[in-house]
C-alpha cells in the first residue's frame, strides 16, 4: 500500500469524497424518498444509485492506495561517474537493448522502457502516464485500471444525478404534501448538484476518453508530450485494453478487483544489487 503525503492531492482526495457523499446525501434524501415514497421505484434507485457510489469507492481508494508501478531502488548505490563508460560495452542484462534501459540520476537506478521520474512522488513509476492530484497517485502500469474505473463510475454517477434530478422535475409528486420550506431546500440542492454533476462529469469524460485513447494508442501522456512517437509494434486493441483491465471476461473489467496478470510486463532488473 503507497499514501503519497502531498497537500494538493489531499485536499482533492478531500473534495472528492466530500461531493460523493453529498451527491449522496441529495438524491437519498431530497429526490427519491421525497418524490418516491413506498414505491418500488424508490426501493429500485436507492440500491442502484449506492451501488455505483460503492464501486466509485472501491475504484478510487484502490487507485490511491495501489502501487501504481515504482520501479525498485538499488540495494548499493550507484557509481555515476563510471556508468556511461561501462555501460557503453555492457548493457543491462536481461534486455539486450542499451538504449531501452535507462538511469535516473534522481532515484539513482535503473529504469526498464517507458519507466519516468515522478517529481511529486520522488520515484520512477512504470509506464507512467501522469500524476494525478485526484486520486493523490500516479497513473501507471498497476492502477491505471482502477483511475479508468474511477472516471467511469464518476461519469457514470453525475449522469444517474441529472437524470434523476430532472425526472423529479418532469414528474414532480403530487401527493407528497411537502410544505413551501421543503419544497425550496430540494429545488436549492437539486441545482446545485445538477451543476456539480455537470461539471464533474464533462471533466472526467475528457479525461477518460484521453486515457482510452493512450490506451488504444499504446502511448502515454509523458511519451506524447515527449514527442517520442509510437516506437512499439503494432497490436490487437482487444490485447492493448487487455494489458490493463486483466485477461479476464471482459465483463469482469469494471469490477475494482486485482487481476491476475497486473505483475509487469517487464522483470526487475537484476541491477538492483549490481554495484559499479
Same mark, same amino acid.
Given at each position: 500500500m503507497v499514501f503519497i503525503r502531498d497537500p494538493c492531492g489531499i485536499a482533492c482526495l478531500v473534495v472528492t469524497y466530500g461531493a460523493v457523499l453529498y451527491a449522496d446525501y441529495v438524491v437519498i434524501r431530497w429526490i427519491i424518498?421525497?418524490?418516491?415514497?413506498?414505491? +418500488?421505484? /424508490? !426501493?429500485?434507485?436507492?440500491v442502484l444509485f449506492n451501488t455505483v457510489?460503492?464501486? +466509485?469507492? /472501491? !475504484?478510487?481508494?484502490k487507485a490511491v492506495f495501489s502501487d501504481p508501478g515504482t520501479v525498485p531502488l538499488p540495494a548499493n548505490r550507484l557509481d555515476f561517474s563510471d556508468l556511461h563508460t561501462t555501460n557503453k560495452n555492457n548493457p543491462p542484462p536481461g534486455n539486450g537493448h542499451s538504449s531501452e534501459w535507462t538511469v535516473c540520476t534522481r532515484c539513482e537506478t535503473y529504469r526498464p522502457p517507458r519507466a519516468h521520474h515522478c517529481r511529486i512522488c520522488k520515484r520512477c513509476i512504470r509506464r507512467m502516464d501522469h500524476h494525478c492530484p485526484w486520486i493523490n497517485n500516479c497513473v501507471g502500469e498497476r492502477n491505471q485500471k482502477y483511475f479508468l474505473q474511477f472516471l467511469i463510475y464518476v461519469a457514470l454517477l453525475s449522469l444517474y444525478s441529472i437524470a434523476l434530478i430532472v425526472g423529479s422535475w418532469v414528474w414532480p409528486c403530487e401527493e407528497c404534501g411537502q410544505n413551501v420550506i421543503e419544497t425550496q431546500l430540494r429545488m436549492i440542492h437539486s441545482v446545485i448538484l445538477m451543476l456539480v454533476s455537470a461539471l464533474f462529469g464533462l471533466f472526467v469524460t475528457a479525461i477518460m476518453v484521453d486515457q482510452l485513447h493512450a490506451i488504444l494508442y499504446d502511448e502515454t501522456a509523458v511519451e506524447a508530450i515527449q514527442q517520442k512517437g509510437t516506437y512499439r509494434p503494432n497490436r490487437r486493441k482487444y490485447q492493448l485494453l487487455a494489458d490493463v483491465f486483466g485477461r479476464g471476461h471482459p465483463a469482469l473489467w469494471l469490477l475494482p478487483c486485482t487481476s491476475l496478470n497486473h505483475a509487469s510486463r517487464y522483470h526487475d532488473t537484476p541491477l538492483l544489487s549490481h554495484e559499479v
Open positions: 424518498l421525497t418524490t418516491m415514497p413506498g414505491s +418500488l421505484w /424508490m !426501493s429500485f434507485h436507492v457510489v460503492f464501486l +466509485l469507492a /472501491m !475504484s478510487h481508494s
